[in-house]
């Protein structure tokens, strides 16, 4: 039987072709596409489009992840033109007070940016384009004309926790047409679904998306600086049309211009180190870092440790196996899989074990981002990563009881630190004090 996804077919000729081939020729033999401007990509794209793109980008999460992607473009040598999306207030004081700048530290190091545009939304869920608050020239250098309030994105690089996709996306929705591309960068499986779903319930007023797998390593200084502690990839594919198979040839052709145009955009900005992929070959990562997510994630914020530290007990190693068995299980059984050669190798629980303690070894020191979502009282992304696992294997027969029991931990973890806060008794220092008595 042939296989539903040949991966090879979208590289054969364009546009995955060509980003692929770009970043490849980086370390070989010189590449003029390498060092095209962000108006040399824009031009090819525009060359047979009857409504030209702007070029511009627009940011949202401005979390490390955020400022990392805003940070990269800027380091191009022309940069695109960036608008960073602030959703309240006080992330807009705090960019006004970093004087519009994102600095990323890399040992130890710091490369500061400016040039960012910003937009703020007001309580009617209308975006304002703010007046620059770095020390430019003129305003909006990077382009010859400013950006309309609230006006339609051609292209939206989406960094929110995956919890908090969905509702940002539907703040600004109603700025994104059939002919924008989304490029979502969160951790966990299932979110651009309920997008579909929940957002853009209508196929054919949908804008394009462009899915990611990002493995750098960063952290946070501060608002707007973030270290790159270490260097990793950035798998790009754009989600293709359904009702196109991915193995015809049409399938090459079919991505739209702002699709194209973000596609090149990032896999020629080195710092991000991105790679075009097919939908099926991106998937596999996914599933991977899934794997990962769903190991060292819940088991590292329920005991309160680092990466490393799960490694080194025998019972953390009894439960990472038992994980793994079923997440292996529903992975080799899902339908989107099937046909693919060496499935059952690449997501057997032996491999995925030696996935899982290579990541935690190589990231032996830092705390990982459930724990610190729990440490700060934060949603954390359960749902999306063991939470899926338990789903989707409901849908195969599979059950996953540890995996269920691993999702209801990290929930009752959350509660119990909710309702001890909730019962605290608060007190008003200030009132004790006004009562000029002695202190006792
Ligand atoms: C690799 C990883 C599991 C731990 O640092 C990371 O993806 C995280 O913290 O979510």
Not at 288 to 301: D, F
Request: hydrophobic share 35%; net charge neutral; with cysteine.
């Amino acid at each position: 039987m042939q296989s539903t996804f040949r991966p090879r077919s979208l590289w054969r000729t364009g546009i995955l072709g060509t980003c692929f081939r770009s970043r490849f020729q980086v370390y070989g033999v010189p590449n003029t596409r390498f060092i095209a401007t962000w108006k040399e990509e824009l031009q090819e794209v525009n060359h047979d489009t009857k409504a030209p793109l702007s070029g511009r980008v627009h940011i949202l999460g401005m979390g490390n992840l955020g400022c990392f992607f805003a940070h990269s473009l800027a380091t191009r040598r022309s940069p695109p033109p960036i608008t960073i999306c602030l959703h309240n207030d006080y992330l807009y004081q705090a960019f006004v007070r970093k004087r519009g700048q994102i600095s990323v530290s890399t040992h130890g190091l710091d490369d500061v940016r400016t040039g960012f545009d910003v937009e703020t939304v007001d309580e009617e869920g209308r975006w304002y384009t703010m007046p620059p608050v770095d020390n430019r020239p003129s305003p909006f250098s990077s382009t010859s004309q400013p950006p309309p309030d609230n006006g339609p994105i051609e292209c939206l690089i989406i960094c929110t926790k995956a919890h908090h996709t969905e509702l940002a996306i539907k703040d600004i929705s109603h700025r994104l047409t059939k002919d924008s591309t989304i490029c979502l960068v969160h951790n966990g499986m299932g979110v651009l679904e309920s997008i579909n779903q929940n957002v853009f319930p209508d196929p054919s007023n949908r804008p394009h998306y462009i899915q990611t797998v990002f493995s750098h390593g960063l952290g946070r200084n501060d608002s707007f600086k973030i270290s790159h502690l270490g260097v990793g990839t950035t798998i790009l594919s754009p989600v293709g049309d359904p009702s196109i198979p991915p193995t015809t040839p049409e399938a090459d052709h079919t991505w739209a211009p702002s699709t194209k145009y973000l596609l090149r955009l990032l896999t020629l900005t080195p710092p991000l180190v991105a790679v075009a992929e097919t939908p099926a070959g991106l998937l596999q990562y996914q599933l991977e870092k899934l794997a990962v997510n769903c190991v060292i994630n819940p088991l590292t914020a329920l005991s309160d440790c680092t990466n490393g530290e799960i490694l080194y007990s025998f019972s953390f190693t009894r439960v990472m196996r038992l994980l793994l068995f079923e997440i292996s299980a529903v992975i080799c059984a899902l339908p989107e899989l099937q046909g693919i050669p060496g499935i059952e190798d690449r997501f057997s629980p032996e491999r995925l074990r030696r996935l899982v303690v290579n990541i935690a070894s190589n990231t032996a020191k830092n705390h990982s981002s459930m724990q610190q979502d729990i440490n700060q009282r934060r949603l954390t992304e359960i749902e999306y990563f063991n939470g899926w696992i338990v789903r989707r294997g409901e849908e195969l027969g599979i059950k996953c009881a540890l995996n269920y029991m691993i999702k209801h931990l990290i929930a009752a973890k959350a509660a119990t630190h909710r309702s001890r806060e909730a019962g605290a008794i608060p007190l008003d220092l200030d009132n004790v004090i006004s009562t000029n008595e002695p202190p006792i």
